[in-house]
């Protein structure tokens, strides 16, 4: 005898329609991108700090420093990290533009000036030279790099087709000089960051919107790179084999070549759960190289467990996730490119150096993004974000927002003046990321007043970027000076809903 179930109601329950309509809510917010990039990058470089504090001490006296000697120069580089932060918040996009040409050319002769004998130094042991030192402080030309060709990308793409047939193609010419500065950062012996730099020519590409038949056939020429490091011998191609020997759970040179890979793995489980608390770390006691750098990550888990682990992790991801976003909703497709660019850097490198500490990837020597303890890395990361955080204020619903309601607080106390909607950019046409973007919140005043010109004409429609339909340049259309005022408190004006 069979018995019948009553059907089931395909309408979702009322907490799944509370759940996703304060979700809607929430990430309708105008300037909510702003805000969370802000949180983001400080309590990542907050984590930074304290584990600066945590895994730099014994080196320091080792070295014959005083105890906190390390980690204090670290937070000096955080506090000019955060001072280039502000800078990049107060520039004009326009200015960031125009000057993309001469950051690229300023690092083209830095690259070039590292691999002069006497002015480029470097680590012995591997064989790299990749530092210039200027007084106390060591600068690292690869790392200047990836922003350089991040934003002269962005320049230099934003507006054209995908056409690699003529050498006059602007895809060309990209990567043509990005080829260049590999071949300059493999010069300095340093594949590691020769690998991420890569990772932000390939991202830019994509985002540009090049085909996916061209990205498989660099993936291709990666790959064979790769394969060629394999077999060319050296520490290199020793870190293959510990990579594949940890697969198989087989560690033979646990005292030689797998050394670090291995003390990394007993600091991850010493940490189990829970943690063996802040600060009490043992693996930093000379048993685990590079734990203030390169192996931070593992010190992490030993100490906050795997929960502080994976807040880290939840960190990065949050950055990617509002980092993209930003560059889907940016007004103009320079502004996209460059943030989806810059957040891929950041956080494709930081799951690189995560992956390759739980032994998911080999080796690389990359470090962990405004968390390990390095100089260079910390001032241009923190300052890269800073790009990041000015392309989420200039996006349009945020620029709107501040007309009617004014700037927010954090503006107003580091004096940071209203942003202009399309940071003075050309309404470029082309697609890339966000090309066919779905239409989004916006405010009923902006909508009402931004899309006529001041003679009544519709111009919501003109002009196109990488995301959303923004009015070009020379549709005439000019933003007025008056603030937007809601009609009156709590009026409907003050909620937002889609186009």
């Not at 560059?327 to 799951?351: C, E, K």
């Amino acid at each position: 005898m069979s018995t019948t179930h009553p059907p089931r109601s395909e309408k979702p329950s009322r907490m799944s329609q509370v759940v996703g309509s304060a979700q809607d809510t929430l990430l309708s917010l105008p300037g909510l991108d702003y805000l969370m990039i802000r949180i983001l990058v400080l309590f990542l470089t907050g984590i930074g700090v304290v584990m600066a504090f945590s895994t730099s001490m014994t080196w320091s006296v080792a070295e014959g420093a005083t105890v906190w000697s390390t980690a204090l120069r670290q937070c000096l580089m955080v506090a000019i990290g955060l001072m280039l932060f502000w800078v990049a918040l107060k520039v004009p996009m326009r200015v960031v533009r125009s000057l993309a040409p001469w950051l690229l050319g300023l690092t083209l002769i830095l690259l070039i000036a590292v691999l002069i004998p006497g002015i480029g130094t470097g680590r012995e042991e591997v064989g790299s030279q990749s530092w210039i030192p200027i007084g106390p402080v060591q600068l690292q030309p690869s790392e200047i790099a990836k922003v350089a060709i991040a934003v002269w990308g962005a320049n230099h793409l934003a507006g054209h087709r995908h056409d690699l047939t003529t050498i006059k193609s602007p895809f060309v010419q990209y990567v043509l000089v990005a080829g260049a500065f590999f071949l300059l950062i493999i010069a300095q012996g340093d594949v590691g960051m020769a690998l991420s730099f890569a990772a932000v020519v390939a991202f830019t590409l994509i985002f540009a919107g090049i085909k996916w038949g061209i990205v498989a056939s660099f993936a291709v020429v990666a790959l064979l790179g790769m394969i060629g490091l394999f077999l060319s011998g050296g520490f290199r191609s020793q870190r293959f084999h510990t990579y594949f020997d940890a697969l198989t759970g087989n560690f033979e040179n646990t005292q030689n070549e797998a050394f670090q890979t291995y003390q990394g793995y007993l600091s991850l489980a010493d940490g189990s759960l829970g943690g063996v608390g802040l600060g009490q770390s043992r693996a930093k006691w000379f048993y685990l190289p590079e734990a203030k750098n390169d192996f931070v990550f593992a010190v992490i888990g030993e100490e906050l467990g795997l929960w502080g682990g994976a807040l880290v992790i939840i960190l990065f991801a949050l950055l990617g996730f509002f980092g993209l976003r930003t560059a889907v909703r940016a007004s103009n497709q320079f502004q996209g490119l460059m943030a989806a660019a810059l957040t891929m850097g950041v956080v494709s490198q930081a799951f690189v150096n995560i992956g390759y500490v739980v032994g998911a990837l080999p080796v690389t020597g990359i470090q962990l993004p405004m968390i390990s303890a390095g100089g260079t890395s910390a001032v241009i990361t923190i300052g890269s974000m800073g790009l990041l955080a000015s392309v989420a204020r200039h996006e349009p619903e945020a620029v709107s927002a501040m007309q009617s309601y004014g700037r927010p607080m954090f503006d107003r106390l580091f004096f940071i003046g209203e942003p202009n909607e399309d940071g003075g950019a050309k309404g470029e046409r082309g697609r890339g990321l966000g090309g066919n973007a779905k239409p989004r919140a916006v405010p009923v005043t902006a909508r009402r007043s931004s899309s006529l010109r001041p003679g009544g004409e519709d111009v919501s429609s003109t002009g196109s970027g990488i995301v959303g339909q923004r009015p070009s340049r020379r549709s005439g259309h000019t933003r007025s000076s008056q603030r937007i005022r809601p009609s009156e408190p709590g009026s409907p004006d003050t909620f937002y809903r889609r186009r």
